[in-house]
């Protein structure tokens, strides 16, 4: 049987990448991280890769003249590598139907709130700002608009009278590093199935 293989996607810290790789390495999740993508050469994200002997794939988007050409190249890599999911998991770029169309429900998301509520930057802040009593992390399909495709999995966290954005951070992260790699187990073993905006998981 052909192993699972899955791309990363991420430009930061990595936390979310490396939480899939422990549960690799744990022998709890049967896939295969074939490569890491990341718009950020720099960022520590791709010496976390390095660390577990994960491929990666760096670029600049200000060396491209669209969204569009680095793309086209990274697609390349993904058909090369016969990539079955990709797996955005703080990635800050816009992606564009280069990606999208041939990927779509192959490709998925992590958001740190209860969508529809807060997509886009600086989600967290917002749900502090806003007064919510309880926000929380999506998994959802990417189609292409801001945070907006179909869901697959949510994961609620209370946020506390004297809430401070990085409190809630911290345990935001926490239900990330549960959740994303979770949903990630369900697509490999083709328990979830996609009709237009319904997601249905068979647990």
């Avoid at 990635?91 to 990606?99: K, P």
């Amino acid at each position: 049987m052909q192993p699972y293989r899955i791309a990363v996607f991420a430009s930061g810290s990595g936390s979310n990448f490396q939480a899939i790789v422990d549960q690799v390495q744990k022998g709890k999740l049967d896939v295969r991280i074939e490569l890491l993508v990341c718009d950020r050469p720099k960022a520590y994200v791709v010496e976390r890769a390095k660390a577990a002997g994960v491929p990666v794939f760096t670029f600049s988007p200000k060396e491209y003249e669209s969204r569009e050409a680095y793309e086209t190249i990274i697609l390349e890599e993904l058909r090369v590598r016969g990539i079955d999911l990709i797996v955005m998991a703080g990635y800050m770029r816009i992606i564009t139907s280069v990606l999208v169309e041939p990927y779509y429900g192959r490709m998925i998301n992590i958001h740190p709130s209860l969508l529809p509520s807060f997509p886009g930057v600086r989600a967290i802040e917002q749900a502090v700002e806003y007064g919510v009593k309880q926000t929380g992390v999506t998994v959802h399909y990417v189609d292409g608009g801001l945070d907006s495709g179909p869901i697959i999995a949510q994961r609620a966290v209370e946020i506390h009278e004297h809430e401070t954005v990085e409190s809630l951070t911290d345990r935001i992260h926490a239900a990330e590093h549960v959740l994303l790699p979770q949903v990630i187990r369900w697509l490999s073993e083709d328990r979830v199935s996609l009709d237009g905006r319904r997601v249905t998981v068979r647990l």
